[in-house]
């Protein structure tokens, strides 16, 4: 496309594009932004190496004129959209780019791939908090998604509200809490349940959590109160008829005066199982392959049109294909989220053509992202990844009640053109 | 686990770990294992940075003596395995790792994440493939998951049968094939789809691929062959009912003397409207997400567990967990493929402790993956999947047809321990 653009003299059109979803998958109520932090950094260092372009002259992918184009390539345009951690709604324009069209359209494939991941894991994740009501979950899911994408979805996780993930790479870039588990494995390593908990305790000391289903789970129970004694930190179950068992555990413990020593369930939990859990004495949380693949609905299903352009001679037009099911809205976008006098949110109303000035039930829901190139320094790295996390939960506080049902359903709140 | 095994002696102790699944997601007959080249390159590389480990000390999350294990960490045991593009059922060990518990059980994520990800888009894909009964795919999911998910996607989805993938560093990084289409944002940049046809047609050759579904099917298909004559490529339709409007483009096309301009359609695929599309005229597919997020079953369900050890005076010891549901059968295991006379798979037989000598109806499925720490070099790169592309035809060909059904069902053919 660029070198057909660049041929035609429209590649440097400006042009505006617009990333959003027609839907929120899986019959939500409402969807949470999340990726924007990892994809403003992307962006920033996006280049083509010297070995790419001599792949793509070798391969004729395309003409001298557009590998010296690319060779040049650094996103000079600017970049507004709707703040990390933000919920959404079907049409919600969460990303707005402005620059010429080569250089916006070839941020396509980044974008999206960045955003539909990271934005289903986050909006599963979010299900998950709510139905845990308080209680504390751990995402554990890297072994159930690509090796990088494991990384995202930890920090996706994260921003939705978990309280830490058993991903290190993910602690050490995003700043997110880490732990640790140990597996069966583990105890079957050692000649007896006994040895491996003993060399468990002596490594961590007795606050450790010991897994108790390797074998028999009473008498796991009974053996890692006898070694770690009553400050064992917490057991943890991973099979079995969950909340009967956790209830007969809790017992257990407490008639072995293990009161404090808390309990951790971990098996093939999604917001479902979790929040069937509600009645029971559970502590904590583990959630791994529902979290990483998005409970269900694996790709956000945002995409990434042009909604305006310039003609040749600079006027601004709105574009929209009207393909059957698929249209779209052209135009310059601005949304905000209409609030009641008490602060619920009411309505997704998104202004097409010039900005109008948010009265105080109106929150404008776009930020600058990106200004002439430049990433905003705020939302980048480990500090961009709490502040979207903060955002998300004060987001999350202004849905009606109806938002955290977790059966299929519409919107929470409609999305009015206006 | 690491820090905890080498305090208590343990972590040396020579173990054998398996990766298998415990069912086939999604119903299906039959999974394609996908991923072990890329994983046999990554284990070869896997080292921990003075970064790392400088994190790792900092935020105390493991001893020092731990940190000097892991400082000098490079895999130096052996793996077995089903060849990439192998086909593969409940039970299958698919991989079978040697080495100290410690330098096998650090694998576990890196290992799984490849492999669950990567199989669960070729066991998908493959259903694509019989369901397109010989006519091409082109894999163009890279938005619709991670991005570097995408890569590893248009990977699989090749060693599964696709012809190709829009990914570019697939191509690169994998010597697949590549493809390019353009977008409506390309027609729309232009002042009216004339003027963006002729500006493809002028860059690419009239043997190009038009997208014709942006304002009026029937008047582009009209302006794409007066403009590249009937010597036009193919054009493509990604929008509205499919199998009516294919076969209507298709008597435009004729009608128009455009009998050899191919058409083809990327409206939301998956195995089962590519199936519902076997009786129109169709010549290509192009498949986004249902591809990428392995239509459904996003993770394969692999997991990674401690079958068999040594114990202190070096003796093997098969170990395996009891837990509800989810016990495991300890002990090393030497799996063969049943073929009757005519070469057809009528079992999985996977015989425990000695190995078997297969006899001419028995094909032996593990193969040396990593010698003593070096990597089978025929497996790697490019040559490496275009090997297993091979495999997983071959393999394919040996099922019955019963495997090809779409409905949901039982593995097409039952797994033996003997």
Redesign the interface.
């Known amino acids: ?1 660029i ?3 660049i ?2 003299g ?1 590649a440097d ?1 400006p ?1 505006i ?1 617009e990333v959003f979803a027609r839907s929120l998958p899986g019959g939500r109520r409402y969807g949470v932004v999340a990726g924007t932090g990892r994809l403003l950094e ?1 962006i920033g260092e996006f280049r083509f190496t010297d ?2 372009l001599t ?2 002259e070798n ?1 004729n ?1 395309v ?1 001298t004129v557009t590998l010296d184009w690319l060779a040049d390539y650094r996103f000079a345009g600017s970049v507004w959209g709707y703040q990390e951690g933000e919920v959404y709604f079907p049409g919600s324009p969460l990303l707005v780019i402005e620059g010429s ?1 080569a250089e916006a ?1 070839i941020l ?3 974008a ?3 955003l ?2 990271d934005s289903s894991v986050a909006s599963a994740a979010a299900r998950m908090v709510s139905a845990a009501s308080g209680r504390p979950l751990a995402e554990m899911g ?9 990384v ?1 979805a930890a920090r996706a996780a994260y921003i939705a509200g978990f309280s830490a993930t058993s991903n ?1 790479q993910a ?2 870039q995003w700043g997110i809490p ?1 732990m ?1 588990t ?10 007896s349940e006994e ?1 491996a908990f ?3 305790v ?3 000391g007795p606050g450790t959590t010991l897994l108790v ?4 789970v009473t008498a796991a129970v009974n053996l890692a109160v006898k070694i770690a004694g009553p400050e064992l930190g917490a057991v943890r179950i ?4 969950l909340p009967e068992q956790v209830a007969a555990v809790r017992r257990q413990l407490d008639g072995l005066g293990a009161e404090n020593t808390k309990i951790t369930v971990t098996n093939d939990l999604d917001e479902f199982t979790i929040a069937a859990l509600r009645a029971a004495p559970v502590d904590s949380y583990g959630v791994g ?1 529902s979290v ?3 409970s269900g609905s ?2 956000a ?1 945002m995409v ?3 909604v305006a ?1 310039q ?2 001679a600079g006027a601004w037009i709105s ?8 249209a779209t809205v052209g135009g310059r976008k601005f949304p905000v989220r209409e609030l009641s006098a008490s602060g619920t949110a009411t309505a997704e109303v998104i202004h097409l053509g010039s900005p109008e000035l948010a009265t105080g039930s109106q929150r404008p829901l776009l930020v600058p992202l990106i200004v002439e190139g430049e990433p905003e320094a705020r939302f980048l790295g480990a500090d961009g990844t709490a502040l979207a996390r903060a955002h998300r939960a004060a987001a999350i506080a202004e849905l009606p009640a109806e938002a955290f049902r977790l059966g299929r359903g519409d919107p929470v709140i409609p999305t009015r053109y206006a």
Not at 142 to 150: F, V
Not at 238 to 241: E, I, L, P, Y
Not at 319 to 326: I, Y
């Open positions: 496309m070198d057909a653009a041929r035609s429209t059109r042009s594009f992307l070995a790419e792949w793509l391969e992918v003409d069209f359209v396509e494939t980044l999206l791939s960045v539909n991941y890297s072994r159930r998604t690509g090796e990088w994408s494991a995202a290190l602690g050490r880490t640790g140990a597996a069966h494995s583990f105890t079957l390593l050692h000649d040895d003993r060399a468990q002596a490594a961590m289903d390797t074998y028999d991973d099979s079995g008829d392959t990483v693949t998005g694996p790709a299903g990434y049109k042009l352009r003609d040749a574009v929209a294909k009207r393909s059957a099911n698929k």
